[in-house]
């Protein structure tokens, strides 16, 4: 009832809406963040700098699970269905639920950026049926995952899984490179990032700077939580003295880790810093589970480690587009005292790096904005005819 309601609301609105003429502007939303960030700050930036005072509108909501925040997010919903009305161009970085209820214009430009620069965890339809999947009330009535009329990629092996999880033709898939990946590549950047990390955590000087970044557990975002079984006590023992470890939680965590007073010069929170790239610059080893930060970390070619005593049980609940034990670009630990060994002894194969970068990456070379820009966003605004 709840999903046909919204649905219909929705609907409404956007008939209501559908007469208002349409203006060259180029919108940027996202259900998931405060701020704008990653892919949609990149092409927004890169569309600024290449076509100066274009119109562009930002439409920031995170979602909460309560009954005021549905109700907001409904809101932000009805505000999103005006300026899909009204703009010729409309991007998204994940899921976005006012997009698949309506059928949009025939001439507007629909990009999805997404947040992940690899196929890695399963998502949309190939999750139909699990836990964490889309309900079966949902899909009957709306097709989730449509509209788009460009989906971003870093490469072609990339395609397949992702034509899977929307629902979309091959076609609508453009191996542009992923925009938030222009960072690595942007030599000023690659040396302040750095900098900057180390200053705002006072970082200490000659420890390797371990990242440690699980990906969330729960079967809606709304849920989400930490999962703590890395003990940091056997870590801490093993490598404190040489290491430095940054614990980075996902975005969708509402609560903090809690970091016993003791062990605070080895474990620094940074789950609070705007931009997980600028976190890997800094750092000279990464650890975690099941994260796609495991794409962008290979273009540093710097060794990962694989913390995933649950993966098994993962695997049932939401499952991978590759075999997680061989396809994984490292090791796979799962008990602490196997990874802090490892770690401690400082021996590490960068071959799986090289080659894992390779399989997902036909393009990136710093420029993924600039040609999403040229080739997409610019002709959608601005189209011949």
């Known amino acids: 009832m709840i999903v046909f309601l919204r649905k219909w609301v929705l609907r409404l609105a956007w008939f209501a809406f559908r007469p208002l003429p349409v203006r060259n502007r180029a919108v940027f939303a996202s259900n998931h963040a405060e ?3 990653g892919n949609l700050k990149w092409v927004h930036d890169e569309l600024l700098r290449q076509a100066p005072g274009t119109d562009t509108i930002v439409l920031l909501h995170r979602s909460v699970g309560t009954l005021a925040g549905k109700l907001a997010t409904l809101a932000a919903a009805i505000r999103a269905e005006y300026y899909l009305a009204t703009s010729r161009v409309f991007i998204v970085d994940d899921y976005y639920f006012p997009l698949y209820p309506v059928r949009p214009k025939p001439d507007t430009t629909i990009v999805q950026t997404w947040h992940a620069s690899g196929a890695f965890k399963k998502v949309g339809y190939s999750v139909a049926g699990k836990t964490f999947g889309a309900s079966a009330s949902l899909l009957r009535q709306v097709r989730i995952h449509t509209n788009y009329t460009h989906c ?4 072609t092996n990339a395609i397949p899984h992702y034509a899977e999880a929307f629902g979309q033709p091959e076609e609508r898939f453009f191996v542009t490179g992923i925009p938030r990946t222009d960072l690595f590549f942007d030599s000023a950047r690659r040396v302040r990032a750095p900098r900057r990390v180390r200053e705002r955590y006072r970082l200490p000087e000659g420890k390797t700077i371990v990242l440690y970044a699980p990906t ?7 849920e ?23 614990l980075r939680l996902h975005p969708f965590v509402a609560t903090s880790a809690v970091i016993p007073e003791h062990l605070r010069e080895f474990v620094v929170d940074v789950s609070d810093h705007p931009d997980i790239n600028e976190l890997m610059l800094a750092s ?3 650890v975690t589970d099941y994260s796609s930060a495991i794409f962008e970390f290979s273009l540093l ?5 694989f913390f995933a005593p649950d993966h098994e049980a993962y695997e049932r609940e939401r499952g991978f587009y590759f075999d997680y034990a061989s396809g994984v670009p490292g090791p796979i630990f799962t008990t602490t005292a196997g990874l802090a060994g490892h770690i401690a002894a400082g021996r590490f194969d960068l071959g799986r790096v090289r080659a894992f970068r390779q399989r997902w990456f036909d393009v990136a070379d710093g420029h993924a904005s600039e040609r999403v820009v040229r080739d997409i966003v610019l002709p959608g605004l601005h189209p011949r005819g």
């Open 301 to 305: 070619e710097r060794p990962m480690l």
């Open 35 to 37: 701020r704008l960030r």
């Open 152 to 155: 971003l990629v870093a490469s």
């Open 216 to 222: 969330f557990r729960g079967d809606t975002v709304h």
């Open 284 to 286: 000279d080893v990464l």
């Open 224 to 246: 989400a939580r930490y999962h703590d079984a890395l003990d940091l006590e056997v870590l801490a023992r093993a490598c404190g003295t040489d290491c430095v470890l940054l």
